[in-house]
């Protein structure tokens, strides 16, 4: 099993251009999130997902969106990327019952 | 004010000795987690509990749910648990998480 993948580790955007952010699970979690780490910081919570087609925002949502419209998909939208998320963002899955599994994380910087 | 606080937020300890950490939280909650990241890397679960002593080799996780506390102890610590580990508690839908304690154990 993979667990949680994140594609891509590491890039580098210019102001203003747009990416997405790849979250993939093989563990059948319905519960999917999206953090952003900033250092020194603790986790924040961007978006999450308590199963295929249902999302909401958690604490800092302004200028990301997602999807989800499979179990397995989490995908992670910046469309007019600003130095202000430069940060490390990290995608986890939750079962029932279960501790939380990470992803190894995007390492994204905007300049 | 945070619902989770850690304390310390840095720690430096020699090779050997014991270690603890600790974790207030203001929310009610099911379960509590600690997660470890080291340097540069990703973030792993160690422990969820919901009561009483969880042990794993020389972690150990405890926690009281009447005073909404958590400690992660490590027993001889070594090098290698160097990393920031971090306590999280779910709640609703979301998780609440500490800043972390950053933890050097030295040679």
């Known amino acids: 099993n993979a667990g949680v993948t994140q594609t891509p580790k590491f890039r580098i955007l210019k102001i203003g251009q747009s990416m997405t952010l790849q979250c993939t699970q093989d563990?059948?979690?319905?519960?999917m999130y999206w953090y952003r780490q900033d250092p020194g910081m603790g986790l924040k919570l961007i978006y999450y997902?308590?199963?295929?087609?249902?999302?909401d925002k958690g604490e800092v949502p302004n200028g990301y969106n997602v999807s989800r419209s499979t179990t397995e998909d989490f995908p992670l939208r910046l469309e007019l990327a600003a130095p202000s998320q430069t940060s490390v963002y990290f995608c986890?899955?939750?079962?029932?019952?279960?501790?939380?599994?990470f992803g190894d994380g995007t390492r994204l910087s905007i300049l | 004010k945070n619902e989770v606080e850690q304390s310390p937020q840095n720690l430096t300890a020699q090779e050997g000795e014991f270690i603890t950490i600790n974790c207030s939280y203001s929310?009610?909650?099911?379960?509590l987690h600690w997660l470890q990241q080291h340097p540069g890397g990703g973030i792993v679960s160690l422990f969820m509990?919901?009561?009483g002593k969880k042990k794993h080799g020389r972690l150990i996780a405890t926690i009281n749910i009447q005073e909404k506390h958590s400690s992660l102890h490590i027993t001889a610590s070594h090098p290698r648990d160097s990393a920031v580990y971090i306590c999280?508690?779910?709640?609703?839908?979301?998780?609440?998480f500490g800043t972390g304690t950053s933890l050097t154990v030295i040679p």
């Open positions: 929310v009610g909650i099911s379960a």
């Open positions: 563990m059948n979690h319905n519960y």
């Open positions: 986890a899955t939750l079962g029932h019952y279960q501790p939380q599994h």
């Open positions: 999280a508690v779910p709640t609703g839908n979301q998780f609440y």
């Open positions: 997902s308590v199963g295929a087609g249902i999302t």
């Open positions: 509990l919901s009561s």
